[in-house]
C-alpha cells in the first residue's frame, strides 16, 4: 500500500546571530545536511568578492534594478548595509513555500522583522548567541578581508544585534559548533510536524476511522 | 572559563496515541535514549500483572488511597479505565521541572487535558498516528493478555482517541519506528532551547555586551 502522505507547507527558518557567533557556518552545513532544504539566494548591489559566483552567492545587480525590485514588492526584505544595498527575493520563496519546500534564510534583525511581518505563519526564527564575549572578539578580528573601520562597526553592529533575541522563536548558543547544527536540525525536524502546519490530517485520521 | 549555562523549566513531554499506534515502545526508546528524561510512574488500583515492579511499571495503591490522593489535590490527572483508576502523582513532577528536569508522560486525551489544564506552560503534547488502518487492527489483535470484550473495547477506544488529535502541538505519524523516536527526540531538542524557556537570558546577554 502506498504511504499515506501528509502535506504541508513549507517552513520559512530564518537564523540570525551577532556578526562573528557562526551563523554562516551553521547555515552551510544545514544546507549540506539536509539536501531538500534550499537556500535564498539574495540580491545585492554591491561588487563581487574574490571567489564569489554571480547567482550562487548572490544576485549581483544594479541599483536601478534594486530599487525597481523593491518598487514592484519583489523583495520579503531589503536593506542597506555600510553603503550597499540587499534584499531577499520573494517568487521563488513562496513558490518553495507552496509546494511544501523548506528554505532558509540568514538575516540581520531587521530583516527579520520584516519577513517576519510579510509571512507570519511560515516563519521560523532562531537566534544563535555565540558562548561569550571573548569568542566573538576573536572572530571578528580575525576576519582579515575588511579594513580596520570596518571591523569596528561590526563589532558595535553585532553586539547591539545580540539585543534583539527576544525577538526570536529559538535561541541557541554556539558553545559546540556540531551541537548547534544539530540543534538547528532538530527545530527544523520538530516544526515540519507542527499540528498547524499539516494540511490534510482530518482526511487522514477519517480514513484511519474508516471513514 | 566556566561554561555559562542558561537555565530553564523543564518540559513535561505528553505522549498520546490510539491504542497499538506505538506511543508506549516510543516511551520506553525515549527514555533508554534520553538517560536525563524522568518517566513519570502512575498511581494504580488495578492489580499487577505477571512481571509488573512496584514504583516501577506503576504505585499499587489500594481505592481508599487513591481516592484521598485524589481529594487532596496530589493527583495531576486521574481517571478510570476498565474500572480501575489510574492516576499521575503531581509532587515528583513539580521538583522536576523546577529542577530544569524533563519528564515523558504518556496519557489519553483525557489526561492530557487535565495536566493541560494544570500546567499549561510546561506541557509539550505529542500525537502519535499509525500510518494506516491495519496496521493498528493488527496491533490491537495480537494482544494475547486480554480478553475478546478488552481487544474490541479497546479497538473502539482507539478509533475515538484518533479524532482527538486536534487538541496537541505535534502530530507524530509512526510509519518508521525509529524516524518517528528521531523525530519525537527532535521535538524535545527544540522545545528546549525555545524562547519562552529560558529563565537568564537577559543577563546572559548583558554579560555579552560587557555589561
Known sequence: MAKTEIARRGILLVLSSPSGAGK????RAMLAAEPALQFSVSVTTRKPRAGETDGQDYHFIDRARFDAM???GALLEHAAVFGNFYGTPRAPIEAA??????????????????????????????????PDRGVLERRLKTRAQDSDDVVRS?????????????E????????????????????????????????????????LRGG
Open 154 to 166: 561590526r563589532m558595535r553592529k553585532s553586539f547591539d544585534e545580540a539585543s534583539h533575541w527576544p
Open 70 to 72: 523593491v518598487r514592484d
Open 24 to 27: 554562516s557556518t551553521i547555515t
Open 168 to 207: 526570536y522563536d529559538y535561541i541557541v548558543v554556539n558553545d559546540h559548533l556540531d551541537g548547534s547544527i544539530a540543534t538547528v536540525m532538530s527545530i527544523l525536524a520538530a516544526e515540519r510536524v507542527k499540528r498547524g502546519r499539516l494540511l490534510n490530517l482530518a482526511d487522514f485520521v477519517n480514513r
Open 97 to 130: 513555500l507552496t509546494d511544501g519546500h523548506d528554505v532558509i534564510l540568514d538575516l540581520d534583525w531587521q530583516g527579520t522583522q520584516q519577513v517576519k511581518e510579510a509571512k507570519p505563519s511560515d516563519v521560523v526564527s532562531v537566534f544563535i548567541l555565540p
